[in-house]
């Protein structure tokens, strides 16, 4: 696994535009957060009990941060400044704790249920936001291989969405950094679906359309290094992305419902409900970025 230091206490020429950034990434992700917290909590076998201790404190204290996040007013440079040095340090120990618990559970030294593949997944996600904090501060990017993205360990173009207007001549490669790891992340949803949501049989259903699904995303996650850095082709990918986006958010609240309702086959599927609910609000997110991309490119 590859360090790099976190970003540190904002600096004074914080301006409007990155305050309004970095508290718009808290009201987003610090949720995601605390409920990656609580879905290790519920997916770690009950003999290990020091982290599921561990894991349960990162939920509360996530609980905690979002009800700050929720009252802080979005011009408030000094609440903004104060939030930043709490939710930085507690998101930066979650991201190593997750990254431990990867490694561990790899090498078999910790009884899960979570593969060991879904650790690195929502590791990266904390990194994405750790990331974004740091660029709204004024500080460097991670490398992209920690973001999970080709190329080595040239510096992430990555930003708050809500700076990304702001972009310039970098917004072409912003567009493809954004795409290459919003597209593995919602690949990798449709993985852990498949792989331990499904009774077997009885949601065959369920599997296939998730499949589908998938398989649609993957294609899109490999075309994505390969689109030409020019506006008229990013458009005209972005746009394929946001149709299959649109069709996968639906499919996943659609299913959410289902499943708090009991209306799918058995009733409940293998996975908490609040997974589905979860995936839905980070296809959100990404949708999100690709209308910001698509309106600063056009």
Known sequence: MINHEFPGPPAASFNPAATAAALDEMRFWVRIMGEHAKFIRSGIDPSQETTFRNADAFAVEFDRLQRAVACTPPGDFSA??????????????????????????????????????????IRREADFFLNNLSRAMGQP???????????????????????IPFAGQNILLIARDENLFHLRIQEEHGEVLLLVAYRPKLQDMLYRETAKFENQIETLHQQAMSVPLRSKALLKFNAKVRDVMMC????????????????????????????????????????????IVNRTIA
């Open 248 to 291: 996968w958010h639906d499919f996943l609240m659609e299913l959410f419902q289902d499943v708090i309702n009991c209306k799918v086959p058995s009733g409940q599927i293998n996975t908490p409900a609040l997974i589905l609910d979860h995936m839905a609000r980070e296809v959100e997110y990404y949708i999100s970025v690709i209308d």
């Open 141 to 163: 990017a991670v490398p992209r291989e920690i973001l999970g993205i080709p190329d080595g360990g040239t510096p992430a173009t990555v930003l708050p969405r809500l700076l």
């Open 80 to 121: 903004v400044s104060a939030l930043l040095s709490e939710v930085i340090p507690r998101t930066a120990a979650l991201r190593n704790f997750k990254a431990q618990l990867f490694k561990a559970i790899s090498q078999c030294a910790a009884v899960a249920e979570l593969p060991a593949a879904l650790l690195d997944h």
